[in-house]
């Protein structure tokens, strides 16, 4: 298990399996069911050796067969204590064949490095799948978020908290306007009151009503000419040439006034208004102005007095509002920070520069099977014969309760022997002992085999019948020479 190819303080893949934990979850995904009968079947491992007929066995039997056939060794790696160790694998097969040994287990070993890219790649493109879908919601909630923010802005502009300090100047000034407004009024009101107090008293006296200040330049030329004629005629006759030219010319400035009043303003019923009524609509009319603005301006007063009594309201929602935005925006740009870390992570996988699995050896065919060591066996069988039967003639003597010597009979009957005789064979007799003797043995070495040759011919080869008898023992791997290959 090679280390990543990258520093992790520069790029950092998003795979951080452990190398023991993630050569596990390998393994188990190549002992998988379907894995191994697959295996099995492109490789024939069950297949006859011989030219007979291939082996019957069922999937259950095959998939316990091979995963014990299957070595996957691990280690090295870290430890709680001590230096940090390489991490190693070993894998193995069994097989009755020396080169489908060394086939399959370099099978197994390209599966494992396609299962651990597949892996790594996978989990790299799935990280960066999930962060471009988590990009893309947080987005569009941002955006749907930000809506509602602006929606309610626009719904509640008058009433913000932002334009809160506006509008209390506002409402200081319209209640300072609407003061003046009211003294405005009331001065209109009084000059009103006045000038028609002054046209009373003037019809009462015969004069003009109009004052002075108030009239235009041709009334008071006109005014002028009448008391320059009031004070020549008590001095000069009316007949008096001075006098006439002055009436003349009162005459003609009084047309004059006349026609400048007439086109002014006439009466709703059409005749001309007189400078009284002209003067008292006027005002009249700013004191309708005067009452407009006074109403413009309590309305005004009145939607700021709403406004500012919402306003704490509408701080609270629109802090509410963009607080989630905040958080879901805090929520994005992580999102799109953790989507770029993916990204590299992706590109180191697929790269190939992340932690991976590299092959140091590959296997190889063996020359000379790894199991069952016969010679050892061997030796162990003849060692263990010569014991047992060691064992058994001591057995058999200490349980032989027989007279065969004379002491036996002086400790069994008390009596005491004075002579032995031995014990003499006849010629038959010496010719029947060898005549079995040597019909056992031949027996032995010539009929066994000839059994062994008529049923590995005509009933099934040997070593597939040991292999079934081993297999129904469960001694199967001992008694079958099965070569071994390792990397």
């Given at each position: 298990?090679?280390?990543?190819?990258?520093?992790?303080?520069?790029?950092?893949?998003?795979?951080?399996?452990?190398?023991?934990?993630?050569?596990?979850?390998?393994?188990?995904r190549?002992?998988?069911?379907?894995?191994?009968?697959?295996?099995?079947?492109?490789?024939?491992?069950?297949?006859?050796?011989?030219?007979?007929?291939?082996?019957?066995?069922?999937?259950?039997?095959?998939?316990?067969?091979?995963?014990?056939?299957?070595?996957?060794?691990?280690?090295?790696?870290?430890?709680?204590?001590?230096?940090?160790?390489?991490?190693?694998?070993?894998v193995?097969?069994?097989?009755?064949?020396?080169?489908?040994?060394a086939?399959?287990?370099?099978?197994?070993?390209?599966?494992?490095?396609?299962?651990?890219?597949?892996?790594?790649?996978?989990?790299?493109?799935?990280?960066?799948?999930?962060?471009?879908?988590?990009?893309?919601?947080?987005?569009?909630?941002?955006?749907?978020?930000?809506?509602?923010?602006?929606?309610?802005?626009?719904?509640n502009?008058?009433?913000?908290?932002?334009?809160?300090?506006?509008?209390?100047?506002?409402?200081t000034?319209?209640?300072?306007?609407?003061?003046?407004?009211?003294?405005?009024?009331?001065?209109?009101?009084?000059?009103?009151?006045?000038?028609?107090?002054?046209?009373?008293?003037?019809?009462?006296?015969?004069?003009?009503?109009?004052?002075?200040?108030?009239?235009?330049?041709?009334?008071?030329?006109?005014?002028?000419?009448?008391?320059?004629l009031?004070?020549?005629?008590?001095?000069?006759?009316?007949?008096?040439?001075?006098?006439?030219?002055?009436?003349?010319?009162?005459?003609?400035?009084?047309?004059?006034?006349?026609?400048?009043?007439?086109?002014?303003?006439?009466?709703?019923?059409?005749?001309?208004?007189?400078?009284?009524?002209?003067?008292?609509?006027?005002?009249d009319?700013q004191?309708?102005?005067?009452?407009?603005?006074?109403?413009?301006?309590?309305?005004?007063?009145?939607?700021?007095?709403?406004?500012?009594?919402?306003?704490?309201?509408?701080?609270?929602?629109?802090?509410?509002?963009?607080?989630?935005?905040?958080?879901?925006?805090?929520?994005?740009?992580?999102?799109?920070?953790?989507?770029?870390?993916?990204?590299?992570?992706?590109?180191?996988?697929t790269?190939?520069?992340?932690?991976?699995?590299?092959?140091?050896?590959?296997?190889?065919?063996?020359?000379?099977?790894?199991?069952?060591?016969?010679?050892?066996?061997?030796?162990?069988?003849?060692?263990?014969?010569?014991?047992?039967?060691?064992?058994?003639?001591?057995?058999?003597?200490?349980?032989?309760?027989?007279?065969?010597r004379?002491?036996?009979?002086?400790?069994?009957?008390?009596?005491?022997?004075?002579?032995?005789?031995?014990?003499?064979?006849?010629?038959?007799?010496?010719?029947?002992?060898?005549?079995?003797?040597?019909?056992?043995?031949?027996?032995?070495?010539?009929?066994?085999?000839?059994?062994?040759?008529?049923?590995?011919?005509?009933?099934?080869?040997?070593?597939?019948?040991?292999?079934?008898?081993?297999?129904?023992?469960?001694?199967?791997?001992?008694?079958?020479?099965?070569?071994?290959?390792?990397v």
């Amino acid at each position: 298990m090679e280390s990543e190819q990258i520093p992790d303080n520069l790029a950092a893949s998003t795979v951080q399996t452990e190398p023991t934990e993630q050569l596990e979850i390998v393994q188990q995904r190549i002992l998988t069911r379907a894995t191994l009968l697959d295996m099995a079947n492109r490789f024939d491992i069950y297949a006859s050796t011989t030219g007979g007929s291939a082996q019957r066995m069922d999937a259950d039997t095959i998939v316990d067969d091979m995963r014990k056939r299957i070595s996957i060794e691990t280690t090295g790696g870290n430890v709680p204590r001590g230096p940090a160790r390489a991490t190693l694998v070993a894998v193995s097969f069994q097989a009755s064949q020396a080169s489908l040994a060394a086939a399959v287990t370099n099978d197994l070993v390209t599966q494992i490095l396609r299962e651990d890219i597949s892996m790594r790649t996978g989990s790299a493109r799935q990280t960066l799948e999930f962060f471009e879908q988590e990009v893309s919601r947080l987005d569009t909630e941002l955006s749907t978020r930000g809506s509602a923010i602006l929606a309610f802005q626009e719904a509640n502009q008058e009433a913000l908290p932002d334009s809160l300090d506006f509008r209390r100047s506002q409402q200081t000034a319209n209640q300072e306007r609407l003061l003046q407004l009211n003294r405005d009024e009331a001065s209109l009101r009084d000059r009103r009151n006045s000038l028609v107090g002054l046209q009373e008293a003037a019809a009462a006296s015969g004069g003009s009503a109009t004052p002075v200040s108030e009239q235009t330049p041709e009334q008071k030329r006109l005014q002028d000419l009448r008391d320059q004629l009031s004070g020549l005629l008590a001095v000069l006759s009316p007949e008096n040439p001075k006098i006439r030219i002055l009436q003349t010319q009162i005459d003609s400035l009084a047309s004059v006034v006349d026609a400048q009043q007439a086109r002014v303003s006439v009466a709703q019923d059409g005749s001309p208004l007189s400078s009284y009524d002209l003067q008292l609509a006027e005002i009249d009319a700013q004191i309708d102005f005067l009452a407009s603005q006074k109403a413009q301006v309590e309305k005004s007063l009145a939607d700021l007095k709403t406004s500012i009594e919402a306003t704490p309201g509408n701080a609270i929602t629109l802090d509410t509002l963009q607080r989630d935005y905040a958080n879901v925006r805090t929520q994005y740009d992580q999102a799109v920070a953790n989507k770029a870390r993916a990204e590299t992570g992706d590109v180191i996988e697929t790269l190939a520069k992340g932690q991976r699995i590299s092959v140091i050896e590959q296997a190889v065919v063996p020359s000379e099977p790894e199991q069952p060591n016969r010679p050892l066996i061997a030796a162990a069988g003849v060692g263990g014969g010569i014991v047992l039967g060691i064992a058994m003639v001591i057995l058999l003597e200490v349980l032989n309760k027989g007279i065969r010597r004379p002491g036996d009979l002086t400790q069994a009957l008390g009596i005491t022997t004075f002579a032995t005789l031995p014990y003499f064979r006849t010629r038959e007799e010496i010719w029947r002992r060898r005549a079995i003797i040597y019909g056992v043995l031949g027996t032995l070495l010539v009929g066994i085999p000839l059994a062994l040759w008529a049923v590995d011919v005509y009933y099934m080869p040997l070593d597939l019948l040991i292999s079934r008898l081993g297999a129904r023992i469960g001694l199967a791997s001992l008694l079958s020479a099965t070569p071994l290959a390792l990397v």
